[in-house]
DNA sequence: ATGCCTTCTAGCAGAAGA
């Protein structure tokens, strides 16, 4: 089964985008980030009608996530647990139902944390310390997951093209790494690194400066995968193409492969 | 050194993003 996630930039500027990419790929599952719309307002007919189940928690006009599926959605959680005075739509997690059985899924909208040295770059430590926790939970479980989104975090000066350009940003900042890494030493594994070594992977590009011309990009979105998920991984890819299209996101969809349906 | 570009809401600029 493929797994897409996906940090779309505003779900009703990019419909078009997701059906041509859900009509030429068909993907088990899609998880999507900046979908910036209230739940009753996000274009769930359209999508339906190319055979996707859809979850959606989202809010106005920023952050909000969203899961598509062909397979049957259960037990669908809104909100990373850990903090209920935050009531940022940044979270939402599913048990997807496969032929073999099953996958937790999870769509990630990790607080991007900039400027450094103010209340959002404690706000985006805080919110992953409370994933570190949850994903040490899930782990009792003992059962595939995959924790699929945008982190905002730039894991190793291999995954951007200018490293020095990030110093002082909330996606390179030391913190910031570390608790990935934190998050991974829990026995998780990063799913694109795991099958394509080496430098020049990216899903990010500005849209200012000709970031995409000169390939001037980042590596932040990520599916991170426990034991159980990581044992059926059997390749990952990074879908540049949709860069290239009219009016695109600043990010492109990014899956992994399990087998598991 | 600064803005670069795109989205949102509000209301014809400013915040947020990364």
Not at 49 to 67: C, D, E, M, P, R
């Amino acid at each position: 089964m493929r797994i897409v996630t996906w940090n779309v930039n505003s779900i009703k500027q990019r419909l078009e985008h997701l059906l041509a990419f859900l009509r030429e790929e068909r993907p088990d599952v899609v998880c999507l980030q900046e979908t910036k719309c209230v739940d009753e307002a996000f274009p769930r007919l359209e999508i339906e009608g190319l055979g996707y189940n859809v979850a959606t928690h989202g809010q106005k006009a920023f952050n909000g996530v969203a899961i598509l599926s062909r397979w049957r959605l259960e037990d669908v959680a809104p909100g990373l647990p850990g903090n209920d005075a935050d009531d940022h739509a940044r979270y939402l997690e599913a048990v997807v139902s496969v032929p073999r059985g099953v996958v937790r899924i999870s769509s990630i909208y990790l607080p991007n944390g900039n400027p450094i040295g103010t209340p959002k770059f404690a706000y985006k430590l805080a919110w992953m310390e409370r994933l570190i926790h949850h994903a040490a939970r899930l782990l009792t479980h003992e059962e595939p997951f995959v924790l699929a989104g945008d982190f905002n975090v730039i894991p190793e000066p291999q995954d951007a093209a200018n490293p020095q350009k990030w110093t002082n940003d909330a996606l390179f900042q030391p913190e910031s790494r570390a608790k990935y890494r934190e998050l991974l030493a829990l026995g998780l594994t990063d799913g694109v690194r795991a099958c394509h070594e080496g430098p020049g992977v990216y899903t990010f590009w500005d849209y200012q400066a000709g970031a995409w011309q000169k390939n001037d990009g980042i590596r932040i979105d990520h599916l991170v995968l426990s034991p159980q998920a990581a044992d059926r991984l059997r390749g990952a890819s990074v879908h540049k193409h949709t860069r290239t299209w009219e009016k695109p996101s600043d990010h492109v969809p990014v899956s992994v492969d399990l087998d598991l349906a």
